[in-house]
């Protein structure tokens, strides 16, 4: 289990090509990486804010948990905090386990548990202003799926 | 007792942190005798539905006492990923 919080970037390619490696008894990797999306093209960038200490904790534990309930051989999180320009990787998770549906699975709840429960903020700074991003009901509804 | 802000909480009471003595029990007085200080306060602690808390690092409720606790931290809900 892996489980990284940093500004700098992160070579998204290189870390599942590592994380794919040597699993002799993983059938199955899954990845997801989240991207800075700006809808309408207004979007200079985009300021992750985060609570050193809990955040690691906090990814720690899930991470942990999806580990045991899913049968996960393997799990990587790397979330950066910072500013980060449209385009720009924010997070990745990457999970390894001997079938695809738990891969599958495993990857989609550490993702609706981060969401909602892993102590980040966004705030988005456009030409008209800056503003802290509200959270989605529709995230929070995901984690009554678990 | 620490206390932490973040994100807009930390914006609108204008620190990151701050220490405090309180003989508050539960988080919900601890709220009560911030907001009685400063109009600051009462702006960030009007709405206690936008707000989460988090008791030495671990989520938690507004009812929850603060027997031991040493780190306590408000912030809005989390919009990670």
């Known amino acids: 289990m892996d489980v990284r919080v940093q500004s ?4 998204f390619g290189a870390e599942a090509g590592r994380f794919a490696e040597g699993h002799h008894t ?9 991207i800075v999306r700006d809808d309408d093209g207004t979007l200079d960038r985009m ?11 906090a990814l720690e534990a899930h991470a942990r948990e999806a580990q045991e309930r899913f049968s996960l051989g393997d799990v ?20 390894a ?3 695809r549906a738990d891969a599958f699975e495993g990857a989609q709840y550490l993702m609706d548990y981060l969401k909602s429960r892993a102590p980040f903020w966004k705030k988005e700074y456009t ?17 009554g799926r678990w | 007792m620490q206390i932490l802000y973040f994100a807009w909480v930390r914006e609108r009471i204008g620190e990151a942190r701050e220490t405090v003595e309180t003989e508050a029990t539960t988080v919900t007085e601890l709220i009560e005798e911030l907001r009685a200080r400063d109009p600051r306060y009462a702006a960030a602690f009007a709405d206690l539905s936008a707000l989460r808390v988090a008791l030495d690092q671990d989520l938690s409720d507004f009812d929850a006492p603060l027997d031991g606790v040493r780190e306590v931290a408000f912030f809005p809900p989390m919009t990670g990923g």
């Open chain 1, 8 to 11: 700098e970037p992160f070579d």
């Open chain 1, 127 to 143: 030409a008209d202003g800056a503003a802290w991003v509200a959270a989605k009901d529709e995230d929070e509804d995901a984690l």
């Open chain 1, 47 to 57: 300021e992750i804010e985060h609570y050193p200490g809990m955040t690691e904790r």
């Open chain 1, 26 to 34: 993983m059938g199955a990797v899954v990845t997801f990486t989240g």
């Open chain 1, 97 to 99: 386990a001997p079938h």
């Open chain 1, 76 to 95: 990587l999180v790397i979330h950066r905090h910072g500013a980060l320009r449209p385009g720009e990787m924010i997070m990745m998770v990457a999970t």
